[in-house]
């Protein structure tokens, strides 16, 4: 079992930047694949980016990919993803979630932080 604590979201001017942060609790965080995943109002959820376990194995949406950065420190059991050059659509509830498992050749994301809001203005 894995419990999720996100933090670090607000409101933002188009162009700034924000850090989101994910505390986790339990056994075997650096075993975990973790991601962020975000959902806008009225649009589906939608996958952000992933780190494995040493924090080199990363991916990125196409999305974000040269803006937004995942990290982990797996001493501290967090994971945290800046966000720079933000835009207006990229104004969601983020959510933080860890996988340990694959499953038709998927990573399947079985632990769910609670979600931090995330606005940008124009």
């Known amino acids: 079992q894995v419990q999720l604590v996100e933090s670090g979201g607000g409101l933002v001017q188009a162009g700034g930047s924000l850090r989101l942060s994910c505390a986790a609790s339990g056994r075997s965080f650096s075993s975990y694949r973790m991601a962020w995943f975000r959902q806008a109002p009225g649009k589906e959820r939608e996958f952000v980016a992933s780190s494995g376990w040493s924090g080199s194995s990363t991916l990125y949406a196409d999305a974000v990919k040269g803006r937004f950065t995942i990290s982990r420190d797996n001493a501290k059991n967090t994971v945290y993803l800046q966000m720079n050059s933000l835009k207006p659509e990229d104004t969601a509830v983020y959510y933080c979630?860890?996988?340990?498992?694959?499953?038709?050749?998927?990573?399947?994301?079985?632990?769910w932080g609670q979600g931090t809001q995330v606005t940008v203005s124009s």
């Open positions: 979630a860890a996988s340990g498992r694959i499953s038709a050749g998927e990573y399947k994301y079985d632990y």
